[in-house]
Nanobody, 124 residues
Framework: QVQLVESGGGLVQAGGSLRLSCAAS????????MGWFRQTPGKEREFIAG????????YYADSVKGRFTISRDNAKNTVYLQMNSLNSEDTAVYYC?????????????????WGQGTQVTVSS
């Protein structure tokens, strides 16, 4: 059983930054692509960023491209999401997930393990 634990969420002013972390259990972290999603009440979970197994390739939704950066440290079994220039539309619960595909997908069914989520609230 794989466990993913997110941390780093909180309240931030518009224009500010936050760094989310997602720590994974197990010894096979480097064998899987990872992704970050977010969800607001009444809406579907939305893909925002993905990263290849080595960390050499990253993928972003248009809504966060240029502001968010995904990275990973396979030695620490951790994936990160650096979020800059935050605005009120970034307010959501953020989830990390382990991918079941070779290239990070954008659909939730392409991920098999999920963290519990961490709340990010951006005040204007």
């Amino acid at each position: 059983q794989v466990q993913l634990v997110e941390s780093g969420g909180g309240l931030v002013q518009a224009g500010g930054s936050l760094r989310l972390s997602c720590a994974a259990s197990g010894r096979t972290f480097s064998m899987y692509v990872m992704g970050w999603f977010r969800q607001t009440p009444g809406k579907e979970r939305e893909f925002i960023a993905g990263i290849s197994r080595s960390g050499g390739r990253t993928y972003y939704a248009d809504s966060v491209k240029g502001r968010f950066t995904i990275s990973r440290d396979n030695a620490k079994n951790t994936v990160y999401l650096q979020m800059n220039s935050l605005n009120s539309e970034d307010t959501a619960v953020y989830y990390c997930a382990r991918g079941r595909t070779i290239i990070p997908g954008t659909a939730t069914y392409e991920y098999d393990y999920w963290g519990q989520g961490t709340q990010v609230t951006v005040s204007s």
